[in-house]
Each structure stands twice: as structure tokens, then as C-alpha cells.
């Protein structure tokens, strides 16, 4: 296809990736981010082989290893501490690690950096209030007053997606699972170089993220989806670890002391299973397929759409094969991920039968392996 102009709506982890690989196939790129900080929290992500590949084919394997902390193995304990699987993960690039834990600060400095040096713009604090698709072409009208048409409009503005809304004022809206995660960063333990997973219905993970990092996740059951205060955050942080005996995990509950350093955020998914696009205007990311993260693919998953819709684009001269040629693609991918992490949640907080982890990793990690 010749090269477009295309808006990226949302800078997160999806926008960014499909910025650097549209700008990479010669589109004029812009991007706007709601967020005039463009700000992300301080936890870390987890990925694993299909990121490092996706990294690899984007020529950004160097920067984003350096900034995270690869590693080879994920050990499955019980709530007592003791180990019960250490379940070996397959490097799907040679010589690369199979995962990586990184700091989402890190991830987006890597790919913002990226995408800006290769000559796609942003503008931040800035939304789209208007988007009218006339088949030729779609003009946007601006939070600040600025009128612009572009060929393609990529919807990357996350879980509660205003693109989607527009394009697709009937489609569902994300779900709380009644479940949430509790997360804070520490100083990396020694021997902390791979996953810890803890299991149970208050589940526990320690993800390295860097040398001298690295940050605790817990899920917990919330029914009714409670708020709870800033000011005692660190306390209930606390409270709820009480469930789990590991001594390990107890030494660390004892360094929770930051109201602000702890991250909580209610779970919640979205499926679209209907089209991903409307005429010049198409969704990628968390806007059609959130994830809860129990398998650590939910960025992934957006990294990879950028991907593949970049491939679909250069592939077809007509707008309308490619877009649902993309769709075809990640369909079946993303699907199996929402699900199999869905059923982990439901099955950890009683709302659905008991998934044991160590199984539901290897197959992530078998599915993950597939050519995308
Ligand atoms: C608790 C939790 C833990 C997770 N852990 C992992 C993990 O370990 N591994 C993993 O791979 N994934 C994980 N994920 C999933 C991952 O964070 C998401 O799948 C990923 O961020 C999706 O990227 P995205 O670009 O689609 O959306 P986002 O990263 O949400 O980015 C959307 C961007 O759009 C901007 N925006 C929103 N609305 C507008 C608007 N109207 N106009 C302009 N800009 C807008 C936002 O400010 C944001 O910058 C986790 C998710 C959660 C909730």
C-alpha cells in the first residue's frame, strides 16, 4: 500500500509499537495522548518469548533488554513456601531470554523513544472529539481546536477506549471480575532471577525487573469492588499478605510502608467479538481485548496487533482486506488469551473451577511460540 497518514489515538504500549513499525514501512505517523504528563505508574509488566521476538523484528531487542531483566525459568510455589514446579520456558530467539520483566516506565521510554526518533509525532494532553469517516478519508476534530484528515484513525486509547465508543457505540463494556491486584516495588532479592508464582485464592508473584529491582503483584477476591483509602493502603496491602505463610513473602510484607508506592487496581476484561474496525478506523490493544493479567500477555498482545496490522497494511492495496485481514489474524490469539486468563481468575476467587498454573503456563507458553 502506498504510504498513509494515519493518527494514532493513545500513546500506551500498543500506539507506541504501531507508531515505530508504520513508521518503519514509510507511513506518516502522529500520534495525540490524552495524558499531558504522558505518565505510567512505577510497577513492572511481565513478558515472555513472543515479546522478545516482537522486540527482535522491531530492532529494539538491545535497548529493551537493557532496560528490563531477562530470565529463563518460572517456579510455582504453594502458600507455604515450598516450591512445587520450576517449569522451564523456551527462548523463541537464540540467545535471548525467554522473559522479561521490566518497569512500565522503562518499557514506554524505550518505545516512545523509538517512535519519536523515527520521525512520528505527538501531541500530548490532546483527544479527539471528532471523527467523521467519509470512505475517502476521516477528519478529526481536536481538544484543541485543530481540524485534520487522515487516511487510517488507529484507535489505541486503552480498556475505556473513546475510539471504540465512537465506532462501536454498542459494544460491551469492560467487566470486573471480582477480582483485584495489589502491587509494590522492592529491592531485588539476590536470588530472585526468575518468576516467583505463589498459588491460591490470594495469589503472589515476585517479578524481577532490573538488577536492582524488583515488584510483588497479589490478586485478591474483592466482591462488590470496595474502594479503599490512600492513606491506609500500605496497611491493607499488608493485611491481605497475612493469608500467605511463605516466610519469604512475610519478610517482604514487613517492607510495605508507602501508601503511594502501592498500585491496586480492580480487574476487568473486554472482548469484541464482532469487527475491529469501521470503515478508516480500527482498534488495537486493550480498546477491543483487555486482558486480567494472569498470564502476563496483555501487552503483548497489543505489541503484537501493531505488528501484524503494519504487516496487513503493506500487504494489501485495499484498506477495507487489510483491516479484516488483521482481525482475522489476531482473532483466535487473543481470544485464548482473555479466556485462559479469565478462567485462572474466576477459578482463584471460587466463580469458576480451580485452574492449576503450572498447567495453564506451559500452554500459554506453547501458544505464545506460534508464528503470529
Ligand atoms: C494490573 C495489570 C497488570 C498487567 N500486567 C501485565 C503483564 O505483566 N504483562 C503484560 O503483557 N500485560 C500486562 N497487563 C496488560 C497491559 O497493561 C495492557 O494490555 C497494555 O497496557 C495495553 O496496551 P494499550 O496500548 O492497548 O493500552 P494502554 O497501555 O492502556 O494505553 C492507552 C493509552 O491511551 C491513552 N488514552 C486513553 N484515552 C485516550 C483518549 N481519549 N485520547 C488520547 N489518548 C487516550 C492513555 O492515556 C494511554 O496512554 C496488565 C494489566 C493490568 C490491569
Redesign the pocket.
Known sequence: MQPLSILV?????????AAIALRARGHDVQM????PT?S?YGV?????GN?VRAMTELGLIDDYLEAGFGFDHVEVFIPTGQSVAKIPTPRLVPDKPANVGIS?PALHKVLGDRALGAGAEIRLG???QTIEDDGTKVAVRFSDGAEVSYDLVIG????????RQTIFPDAPLPEFTGQS?W?YNFTRLPDLTGLHAYEGPTGVGL?PLSHDLMYM?LTTPEPGNPRYPRESMAAAMRDKLAAIPAPAIRALAEQISDDDGV?Y?P??WLFLTGEWHKGRVVL????VH????HL???????IE?AMVLAEELDRSADLEAALSAYRDRRFERCRYIVEASRAICLGQIGRGPLVENATATREMFAKAAEPI
Open positions: 489515538i493513545g500513546a500506551g504500549i500498543g500506539g507506541l509499537t495525540i495522548e490524552r495524558d504522558w505510567v513492572g509488566i511481565i513478558q515472555q515479546v512500565r490532546v483527544t479527539a489505541a486509547d486503552g480498556l475505556y477506549s473513546q475510539t491486584v502491587r517479578v503483584y498500585v487496581k480487574l476487568e488495537l490493544g486493550d480498546a483487555a486482558t486480567t493479567p502476563g500477555q496483555g501487552a503483548g498482545m497489543a496487533d
